[in-house]
């Protein structure tokens, strides 16, 4: 009997043990072609393959966010969709949520075992790069491929020498209003979507717009969330109106010393000393401007997108449906994307957020046939049809041809605001130039001074707890600290 | 010559070797798991903290992490943010949680469960989704919760999360209604194991509530005090959920904490050779800490 127990004990023990290990396995598969061969299917094979070569089945590991409401329903018909096109490649996507998805790649990425394809946005690439895991995909995209993306777009992904992703699409980040608001605070939206406006008539405009009762505020002229980093989208959309359509100008030198940059840090401080945005905006996040534009709370709000026409629309339907999903208190709204004011008489440059896809290598060399398949799968998600209904649902245009060709086949929303259409094509015409020259080091380094020292200082400022000056000051003293007196614009 | 003895302590002695075995066998899984989990990553980090680590290129710098650390202001700002929120939040918490234990302790064997269930439900519940009723109750137009309520007693509209005046004091409130669950149920515990013949001899004696408190309670509650003061200011001090929640370290990196920082190195800017630095550097200042408080509290505490 006490043997038994013993046993018994030593059983659970080892199962314990092993069960600690779990999950702690070497998972290789998905980093190079398998051995395993299928038919030869010549005709399936992109141009630029030789037709000699073996067809080795391969697996595809892709991380995607839901990109649009509707986009991760659609994974398991796209999967099939690509493995019918290509049936040696199988397609594994892992949804994740945006709230996970930095985190999970980034630790994908510490580890040395990325996914093949992840979703990551043009901007946020540099610290990929300097991992060594992200792939330049020059060499193992077709040139076909990338002929197919709009230039100045694709140019967003290229880096120095090397191009590292294939983008989705480009929105404008910019403004948007509520109509009847506007028009009652007598703006001439429709002109402004046209010709733009200036910072004195914004200033004039959020003022005619902001409501008071008595000594409270019912209506803010302008909300713009600002809340923890999404204050770096409200300075970095303003900036490049400001004559700064990058952090670093034509020089390569680091552009957020130039006295524009004083001036406009005064210009938005008095947006809130005006009374036409709240004293409490730096705890404003995207959701509570989002409820305080449909409630009738701010005329204006921001940072705007062109899919919010939808979102508002979808909210008016619950109100007229009784649906009690409708926001609390909302009121009917329909949004009008404006661009976003000009300071000190310079042209209007687009805040373009180009996201899309990149490729990622593990620790292991990858074998160059299993690039090529990436590029491959790359290609399928960021071009023709996947393209064509992803940007439907933002209600922005492709930024490739194929894709373009392929809206033909895919329905467009009802009711979609031709204004706001005709403004967002507009707008991405006036994306600022994408800049392959600014290094990856050099990319970096302006990132860690945005995170550690532009964010918090323009919080403080928000709050006003500093002035410009002191904002400016701090920046300054950070970039020459990483760039040097000589990598700083001086004007 | 053999002793009679001989065989039988050899046989003693087999016995006690075979039963070591077995002892082995059995922490074999715990044992394993703090290798793999704790031990391993903790040398690791100690490893790393010497290089710049890269999945494909890590080289070996030395110092030079450590010196980034020493010289970096944001170091000191978050660890003087970290000394300001343990040096209320745990004191003040200790005091809370003692004082609801004695409030819940004559109460009936039922009421008592309710009441420890009530208490330890925040420590359940996600941090995610209790943030997010805390930034409900946060919000800094006049509509917020807060905001109403300070308004009845004439206090100006607050900007509680957004304003460096504040958003420490409302961080160090948040910890403070909503962290003391396990507290409180060890406080019971070590209340309810307070023999009551030291009661009723004291009421023979004629001693007041508060004489009973001072003389009886707290001398023998005292190793449970120590070690929720310790626990307490470790945790503390690596606290990283609230700030990362909450404020993101902001506005102007008034809430800033080491946790978050070292979360910010490691995971934002891919830095782990800095990062296992720092988190070494507040290892051995949480260490210190914790010498220190057992010198100062622990000498005449019985375990």
């Not at chain 2, 000191?76 to 040096?87: I, P």
């Not at chain 2, 009973?212 to 690596?238: A, D, E, N, W």
Request: aromatic residues 12%; hydrophobic residues 40%; negative net charge.
């Amino acid at each position: 009997m006490m043997q038994l127990k013993k046993v018994f004990t030593l059983l659970i023990v080892t199962v314990l043990a092993v069960g600690s290990l779990a999950g702690c396995k070497k998972d290789d598969g998905a980093k190079g072609a398998d051995t395993n061969t299928v038919t030869k299917d010549n005709s399936k094979e992109d141009s630029s393959d030789t037709g000699e070569e073996e067809l080795k089945e391969d697996t595809i590991s892709v991380l995607l966010p839901p990109v649009t409401p509707t986009y991760q329903d659609n994974f398991d018909k796209w999967s099939k969709e690509f493995h019918e096109l290509y049936p040696n490649l199988t397609l594994q996507i892992e949804p994740t949520s945006w709230e996970d998805v930095t985190q999970k790649l980034d630790v994908q990425v510490q580890a040395g075992s990325p996914p093949d394809i992840a979703f990551v946005g043009a901007d946020s690439i540099f610290k990929y790069i300097d991992t060594g895991l992200l792939v330049d995909i020059s060499n193992t995209a077709t040139s076909e491929m990338l002929a197919d993306f709009d230039e100045n777009i694709l140019n967003y992904y290229k880096k120095g020498d090397g191009l590292y992703g294939m983008p989705a699409y480009a929105e404008v980040h910019g403004i948007g209003g509520n109509k009847e608001m506007l028009e009652a605070a007598g703006i001439d939206w429709k002109m402004v979507q046209k010709e733009g406006w200036t910072y004195e008539e914004f200033r004039e405009a959020i003022k005619a717009g902001t409501v008071k009762e008595g000594d409270t505020v019912k209506t803010y002229g302008f909300v713009f969330a600002c809340s923890g980093v999404t204050a770096a989208d409200y300075l970095n959309i303003f900036v490049r109106n400001a004559g700064m359509p990058d952090v670093f100008n034509e020089n390569l030198k680091y552009a957020y010393t130039s006295k524009n940059f004083l001036k406009l840090l005064e210009a938005l401080r008095a947006l809130i000393d005006d009374g036409s945005m709240p004293k409490e905006l730096s705890s404003v996040d995207a959701g509570k401007r989002w409820n305080m534009f449909l409630t009738g709370q701010t005329m204006i709000t921001g940072k705007g997108l062109s899919v919010f026409e939808r979102s508002a629309k979808e909210n008016n339907d619950k109100i007229d449906a009784g649906d009690g999903s409708a926001v609390e208190g909302s009121i009917k709204t329909e949004y009008i994307i404006l661009p976003v004011p000009t300071f000190f008489g310079n042209p209007i440059s687009a805040a373009g957020a180009v996201d899309g896809y990149v490729c990622f290598r593990g620790k292991e060399e990858p074998e160059p046939q299993h690039l090529k398949n990436v590029a491959k799968a790359m290609y399928f998600l960021a071009g023709g049809e996947v393209s064509a209904v992803t940007c439907n649902d933002l209600y922005i245009s492709p930024v490739c041809e194929t894709g373009r060709q392929a809206m033909a086949d895919v329905e467009i929303p009802e009711d979609k605001n031709e204004f706001n259409t005709e403004t967002a094509a507009l707008l991405v015409s006036k994306i600022s130039e994408a800049r392959p020259d600014i290094t990856p080091e050099l990319g970096a380094k302006a990132q860690k001074i945005s995170d550690e020292v532009i964010v918090p200082k323009f919080q403080a400022l928000l709050a006003d707890e500093i002035t410009p000056q002191e904002m400016y000051d701090a920046v300054k003293a950070a970039a020459i600290d990483a760039f040097g007196e000589d990598g700083i614009a001086v004007d | 010559m053999k002793s009679k003895k001989g065989p039988a302590l050899q046989k003693k002695k087999r016995k006690n070797t075979e039963e070591n075995r077995w002892g082995y066998i059995f922490i074999l899984v715990p044992l394993l798991v703090f290798a793999i989990f704790t031990l391993y990553p903790i040398m690791d980090a100690f490893i790393i903290s010497f290089k710049e680590f890269k999945p494909l290129k890590t080289e070996w710098v030395g110092f030079e992490n450590y010196k980034n650390t020493l010289k970096n202001s944001l170091f000191y700002k978050s660890l003087a943010n970290t000394v300001v929120y343990t040096g209320i939040t745990v004191p003040l918490s200790l005091a809370l949680s003692f004082l609801i234990s004695i409030l819940i302790v004559p109460l009936t064997k039922r009421k008592q469960n309710f009441f420890k269930g009530a208490y330890y439900l925040p420590a359940i519940a996600s941090g995610v989704a209790l943030s997010f009723v805390w930034k409900w109750i946060y919000d800094p137009l006049p509509s917020g919760l807060l905001n109403r309520l300070v308004a009845l007693f004439g206090v100006d509209n607050q900007n509680w999360l957004g304003s460096s005046k504040t958003a420490m004091f409302s961080l160090i409130l948040m910890a403070l209604l909503s962290s003391h669950g396990a507290s409180i149920i060890i406080y019971i515990a070590a209340l309810l194991g307070i023999d009551n013949t030291y009661y009723e001899s004291a009421d023979m004696d004629g001693a007041t509530f508060f004489q009973k408190l001072r003389y009886i309670v707290m001398p023998l509650i005292k190793p449970t005090t120590v070690f929720l003061l310790v626990t307490s200011v470790i945790g503390s001090f690596q606290v990283f959920q609230n700030a990362f929640l909450m404020t993101g370290g902001g506005p102007d990196n008034a809430t800033t904490m080491v946790g978050l920082l070292i979360f910010n190195k490691a995971f934002k800017y891919f830095e782990y050779g800095e990062a296992s630095a720092q988190a070494l550097i507040l290892t051995a200042i949480i260490g210190i800490f914790t010498f220190i408080q057992f010198k100062l509290t622990g000498d005449n505490v019985e375990y």
